[in-house]
């Protein structure tokens, strides 16, 4: 008894995640047929992909709200390069490159300039999103029809073996992110950095350094989630990504991770994007409007920002 009483304890975002699948199949029959669950995986998969970096940025007790506006303008960059018969080989890299030096560009403004990573990131948020309506001119840009294109909608469309290509993916950037923060030096020092910054750095760790790789790691992600999004709808939306922030913030924090940083794992954050996934896909089941919609997923959020304060006190 103790035993489950412990493992219920620190792993209450997972049984919240069973309760809550068990509620839906009662009410929707239709919810655990496969093609349903895929669909979920799938509509999750680019939040989930997000939600891996803005992990490391809570982590290190800072917030990054570029990642939509991030994923748009990759997103489009990327297009355009696709549209313009450019291979997938280095349409993809270039736009992953991208992110990650938009990334990095917050993180120095927040660990050499000193400001407030949620003001950093607000601005650039605004930022990039002009940059996109600029380079879009407003319109979406089509992926086109050569075989560049061909190639790049299978990246977003695609199957492996029956399972969706960016199910695949974000199950990928989730083991290898793991491995990151649990098996290298840079993942100690993620945490370490947002445990207690001062002690970080007075211990040896190049804390400037490290913010400018976290915030790198975060737009490099936020742009492959624009890539997945822009190739399975075959065109890049100069809107895209609006609000994608709230909800990896809301996977990160539903899932365990403090916003104070230092504690929280991967697996959690997981659990929180498929948290976030099934609240949604119940929600379309039962024809519930997206207004409501939005309700319950703020609440979800509050909810989840009381219990981390509670765990804080």
Known sequence: MTTLKRFLSNNKPLVGLIVLMAAV??????????????????????NA??????????????????VGSVLAFCGAVCAWLVAGDVSVWLAIPLSLLLGAGLGAVNGIVVGVGGVQPFVATLVAMTMLRGATLVFTDGRPITTGTGAAADAFWSVGGGYVL?????????????????LVLTRTRFGRYTYAVGGNEVVARLSGIRVNAEKTAIYAVSGLLASLAGIILTARLESAQ???????????????????????????????????????????NALNLMDVSSYYQMIAKGAVILLAVLADSRRSQ
């Open 238 to 280: 100069p809107t895209a990504g609006a609000g994608y922030e709230l909800d990896a913030i809301a996977a990160v924090v539903v899932g365990g991770t403090g916003l104070s940083g230092g504690k929280g794992t991967l697996f959690g954050t997981l659990v929180g994007a498929l948290i976030i996934g099934v609240l949604n």
């Open 25 to 46: 199949a009662v009410m929707s029959p239709s919810f655990l047929t496969v093609d349903n669950l895929l669909n979920i995986l799938r509509q999750t998969s680019i």
């Open 162 to 178: 029956g399972i969706p290509v960016p199910v695949v993916v974000a199950a990928v950037v989730f083991a290898a992110g793991g």
């Open 49 to 66: 992909v997000i939600a891996v970096g803005m992990t490391f940025v809570i982590l290190s007790a800072g917030i990054d709200l570029s």
